[in-house]
């Protein structure tokens, strides 16, 4: 792993794969750790997420057929090719990380989700946190992660 750390939420990563605002913000994370000035990092739970706000954006009609199949796709395959390049950090769902997400929820009153994704990042000491979430947002920035807010 090279450089600093950029631990993405999932609705950044979304934006990878699914033109909307923020979408350039996260692009150019992407940019540097393809040119290894940083390594990317969210947890294995993203993964899910990321598939399943696709999947929703297709039922709902935000998405055809075509480009649900193509966001999906590409994420996979980025993904691992990001893993082979060494400039992917997918954080494991451990029991640790879950003990201690749950101090994070009953402290801030958000989503297991969103506290599992502060538990992580504060873990791997990312240097920063990327998040389409402002309260998310706001409570990274509390625990003393680099928030930037990607809306």
Do not use: C
């Amino acid at each position: 792993m090279i450089g600093p750390i950029a631990y993405l939420d999932s609705s950044s990563i979304v934006k990878r794969y699914v033109e909307e605002p923020g979408s350039r913000t996260v692009r150019d994370v992407y940019l540097k750790a393809y040119s290894a000035e940083l390594t990317i990092a969210f947890s294995s739970w993203n993964m899910g997420e990321v598939l399943g706000a696709f999947d929703k954006a297709f039922i709902r009609g935000n998405l055809n057929s075509e480009d649900y199949l193509a966001a999906r796709k590409r994420f996979l395959l980025e993904t691992r090719r990001l893993m082979r390049l060494e400039v992917l950090r997918l954080i494991p769902l451990r029991l640790k990380l879950l003990i201690e997400s749950w101090g994070l929820l009953e402290k801030y009153h958000v989503y297991q989700a969103d506290s599992l994704q502060i538990a992580s990042a504060k873990a791997i000491d990312a240097t920063q946190f990327f998040t389409g979430d402002k309260k998310l947002h706001e409570v990274a920035n509390s625990e003393g992660l680099n928030s930037t807010l990607t809306i």
